[in-house]
């Protein structure tokens, strides 16, 4: 993993399935930045999920390129970076990838119901319970046959194992996961 281009990551998935937390510790296992995809949504953005209005498009548009400026920036200056955010659909991990080639995708998946009762348990967080059904609904889940570098982890593991796996994951040469 010399290649920084092999060392940036998002870790995506819905509401709940634990992002931040892998997130946080994949940043600390790599000496990588993490940068928080929560901390980069607009006022207007946080305003309307927490009323539980679900975004669409049109607000998350503004909300990826900061991302992907993040990335590549993270990426130019310090050989990597580990992102969490939804990206739930195709189009938003290209986007991502245009914005930083060669990113890795961690896809933590979590079925509904333990969705639901993560995000119902978390007090102070401004992400509305309401909205999980809109994240399944507007899931496009990777396909590691036609996206490039998805890695698909059950988000129902224990963090060290999650943690574990991602680190351990080959990398060919041109970056795609054998």
Same mark, same amino acid.
């Given at each position: 993993m010399t290649d920084s281009r092999h060392r940036t990551f998002v870790v995506m998935g819905v509401a709940?399935?634990?992002?931040?937390?892998?997130? *946080?510790? +994949?940043?600390? *296992?790599?000496?990588?930045?993490?940068? !928080?995809?929560?901390?980069?949504h607009s006022a @207007?953005?946080?305003?309307?999920?927490?009323?539980?209005?679900a975004l669409d498009d049109a607000d998350r548009a503004g909300w990826l390129d900061r991302l992907g400026a993040e990335l590549a920036r993270h990426a130019a200056q310090e050989g990597g970076a &580990?992102?969490?955010?939804? /990206? +739930?659909? #195709?189009?938003?991990?290209?986007?991502? #990838?245009?914005a930083c080639p060669g990113l890795r995708f961690v896809f933590l998946e979590l079925d509904r119901d333990e969705a639901l009762r993560r995000v119902a348990s978390r007090a102070t967080h401004f992400f509305s319970s309401s909205l999980v059904d809109s994240q399944f609904a507007t899931l496009e889940r990777p396909d590691?046959?036609? !996206?490039?570098? $998805? %890695?698909? %982890?059950? *988000?129902?593991?224990? +963090? @060290?194992?999650?943690? *574990?796996? &991602? $680190? /351990? /994951?080959?990398?060919?040469?041109?970056?795609?996961?054998?």
């Open positions: 709940g399935c634990g992002k931040s937390s892998l997130g *946080a510790a +994949l940043a600390a *296992a790599l000496a990588l930045p993490l940068i !928080e995809g929560d901390d980069h @207007e953005s946080r305003a309307k999920m927490s009323r539980g209005i &580990v992102l969490s955010c939804s /990206a +739930l659909k #195709r189009a938003y991990r290209d986007r991502l #990838r245009a590691p046959a036609l !996206e490039p570098d $998805v %890695l698909m %982890l059950s *988000a129902t593991q224990p +963090l @060290e194992m999650l943690c *574990a796996a &991602v $680190v /351990a /994951a080959p990398i060919s040469a041109d970056g795609v996961r054998p």
